[in-house]
Nanobody, 125 residues
């Protein structure tokens, strides 16, 4: 079992920054991939950024490239999402996710078997 605790959301004005954190506990040695998804009301959960633990490969959604950075502190079993130049369209609930059974970072949310409780990011124009 893996437990994920995601924090760091808040309310900001467009152009400002936030940093999300996700602390993993439990069987962290079983984690293959961790990352962040977001979901707005009535929308599907969208992959924002992921990092592969086996080789440090990183993925970013086109909409966040150049603005968001995912990083990992292996010693603290923590994954961060630095979000700069936030836009109103980034306003969503953000969820940390981990995958323990596939040896890469898959795109679909259904293939992640552990989730944080979510942290709200609100961006006003």
């Amino acid at each position: 079992q893996v437990q994920l605790l995601d924090t760091g959301g808040g309310s900001v004005t467009a152009g400002e920054s936030l940093r999300l954190s996700c602390v993993a506990s439990g069987r962290i040695d079983s984690i293959a991939c961790m990352g962040w998804f977001r979901q707005g009301s009535g929308k599907e959960r969208e992959r924002v950024a992921t990092i592969y633990f086996g080789g440090d490969g990183r993925y970013y959604a086109d909409s966040v490239k150049g603005r968001f950075t995912i990083s990992r502190d292996a010693a603290m079993s923590t994954v961060y999402l630095q979000m700069n130049s936030l836009k109103p369209e980034d306003d969503d609930m953000y969820y940390c996710a981990a995958n323990t059974f596939v040896g890469y970072c898959p795109p679909r949310s259904s293939t992640y078997n552990y989730w944080g409780q979510g942290t709200q990011v609100t961006v006003s124009s």
